[in-house]
């Protein structure tokens, strides 16, 4: 199996607590028991993106963007950032 980055949901609070690089063997090692571990690469991550001209920033679904802080929903984590533009 290849390690990969592995997303640490505390399902207490739903939050992103922790990454870990992970091969996703549980013979070699478990996961904590109050945290549901989610593939980064393959979970869909709310973040923002900045529009062509760089005046505006919208969330949108990024594969691959999740990080420490992020909401996970159930099927989604969305970002804990403010809009990165001042309006």
Do not use: H
């Not at 990080?67 to 990165?84: R, S, V």
């Amino acid at each position: 199996m290849t390690a990969k980055n592995y997303l640490m949901v505390n399902l207490s609070t739903n939050i992103v607590d922790d990454v870990c690089v992970w091969d996703g063997n549980t013979d070699t090692w478990q996961p904590p028991e109050n945290y549901l571990l989610l593939d980064d690469e393959a979970t869909p991550a709310l973040t923002w993106v900045l529009s062509e001209d760089q005046l505006s920033a919208s969330l949108q679904p990024v594969l691959g963007a999740g990080a420490i802080g992020f909401i996970w929903d159930g099927n989604q984590l969305k970002t804990n950032e403010p809009n990165p533009i001042s309006e």
